[in-house]
């Protein structure tokens, strides 16, 4: 894998919550994206950013490792289907990995767990294993 590049961003809100978003590469595999954090309207950029630069790259498969999400917004949802559309049309393959409970509930309550591939891990979703069970 290739060295992780970071990208950090600090909300101007005191107190706001620092949103750390990782890409890394295996080359000719996939991207993985690292969130840790948390995605709202004034962070959304940096996710934006790092996924559309992952997928401009044109990896086999982009992989969002949610393992750090701190909360998922209607915000942060957004800027996932946004690129999983991108990402579609480039003709990569998204999947999110380790989605936490309340990321996942709130995937589950908009259906937009449906339109996700879910592995348990990066791992799981580098090793192509089964999908996370989303009953």
Known sequence: MNTP????RQ???PGAPLLQVTSTSAPGSAAIIQVCGDVDQNTRRT????LAKAIVDRPPLLVVDLAGLVFCYS????????????A???GVRMALAAV???ALRVLKLT???????LHDSVH???DGETDRPTG
Do not use: G, H, V, Y
Request: aromatic share 2%; glycine share 0%; with cysteine.
């Open 47 to 50: 996710l934006d950013d790092a």
């Open 88 to 90: 579609s049309a480039a």
């Open 75 to 86: 915000t942060c949802i957004n800027a996932l289907l946004a690129a999983r559309r991108e």
């Open 111 to 117: 259906e937009t767990d449906r339109l996700f591939t």
């Open 124 to 126: 799981a979703a580098l």
């Open 11 to 13: 909300d101007d809100r």
């Open 100 to 102: 936490r409970p309340q």
């Open 5 to 8: 590049s970071k990208s950090l």
